[in-house]
C-alpha cells in the first residue's frame, strides 16, 4: 500500500463548479497535511496546510481533515481555467524527525469553459 | 522573504559525463533542505535531505550525492551520469514547521 495515494485523473470540472480533490494516507500517526499545485513544467507550489481535524478555508480553497478515515481532501469553489494543473497531496509522517514530507503522485484536474 | 534559487534551468548531458547541481537559499538560516527528482508523468522521489551543514542523508540508492558545504547551499552530484537520470530536479527548504517551498527546478536529459 502506498504511503499517500490520489485518483491519478484527469479530473474535468466545468468552469465555476466545485473541484473536488482526494487523498488518503496510511500512517495513522501523521500529523501534517498539505496540497500543492503544479503546473505543467514547473515547480510545485504549496496552496494549503491543515493540522487539525475539520475545515480550513483560504480563498477558494477549503482543505478537509478527517484523522479517524485517514482522508484528507481540497476543494476549489467557482473553479477557474487558471486551475487546470495537478494537485499533489503531501504528507508529514509520524516517524519522521527531519520534517519530510511523502508526495502522492497527484491528481491531474482539467477546467473546461 | 524567502527566495531559493537553482541552476542551471535545463541541461542536457551525455551518458557517462559528471553533474552538478547547484541549490541556494536566501533569508532564512539554518534551513532543512531538500533534492527531489520527478520523472515525466511521475510523482516526485525525495532523494536527499540535509538538517545542517556536512549533514546528509540519503533515501535511495543511485549514482548520485549530495553536498552542503555552507547553511544555505546544497548541491547535488554525479560522477557519471545514467539515461535513467534524466529527469525534474528540484530542491526545496523547509524551517522545520514542515512546510516546504520548491525552487524553480532544473530539468536534465541524459543523451
Known amino acids: 500500500q502506498k504511503e499517500v495515494e490520489q485518483n491519478s485523473g484527469p479530473l474535468s470540472v466545468p468552469e465555476g463548479a466545485i473541484a473536488s480533490l482526494n487523498c488518503t494516507y496510511s500512517?495513522?500517526?501523521?500529523?501534517?497535511f498539505f496540497w500543492y499545485r503544479q503546473y505543467s513544467g514547473k515547480s510545485p507550489e504549496l496552496i494549503m496546510s491543515?493540522?487539525?481535524?475539520g475545515d480550513k478555508e483560504d480563498g477558494r480553497f477549503t482543505a478537509q481533515l478527517n484523522k479517524a478515515s485517514q482522508y484528507v481532501s481540497l476543494l476549489i469553489r467557482d473553479s477557474q481555467p487558471s486551475d487546470s494543473a495537478t494537485y499533489l497531496c503531501?504528507?508529514?509522517?509520524?516517524?519522521?524527525?527531519?520534517?519530510?514530507?511523502?508526495f502522492g503522485s497527484g491528481t491531474r484536474l482539467s477546467i473546461r469553459p | 522573504s524567502q527566495t531559493i534559487h537553482q541552476w542551471p534551468a535545463t541541461l542536457v548531458q551525455p551518458v557517462g559525463s559528471p553533474l552538478s547541481l547547484e541549490c541556494t537559499v536566501e533569508?532564512?538560516?539554518?534551513?532543512?533542505l531538500y533534492w527531489y527528482r520527478q520523472a515525466a508523468g511521475r510523482g516526485l522521489q525525495l532523494l536527499f535531505y540535509?538538517?545542517?551543514?556536512?549533514?546528509i542523508s540519503s533515501e535511495v540508492p543511485q549514482n548520485l550525492s549530495a553536498s552542503r558545504p555552507q547553511d544555505r547551499q546544497f548541491i547535488l552530484s554525479s560522477k557519471k551520469l545514467l539515461l535513467s537520470d534524466s529527469g525534474f530536479y528540484l530542491c526545496?527548504?523547509?524551517?522545520?514547521?514542515?512546510?516546504?517551498?520548491f525552487g524553480p527546478g532544473t530539468r536534465l536529459t541524459v543523451t
Open positions: 526545496a527548504w523547509s524551517s522545520g514547521q514542515y512546510e516546504q517551498y
Open positions: 533569508g532564512t538560516s539554518n534551513p532543512n
Open positions: 500512517d495513522r500517526v501523521s500529523q501534517s
Open positions: 540535509s538538517v545542517g551543514i556536512g549533514q
Open positions: 503531501a504528507v508529514n509522517p509520524g516517524y519522521s524527525s527531519a520534517s519530510k514530507i511523502i
Open positions: 491543515i493540522y487539525s481535524n
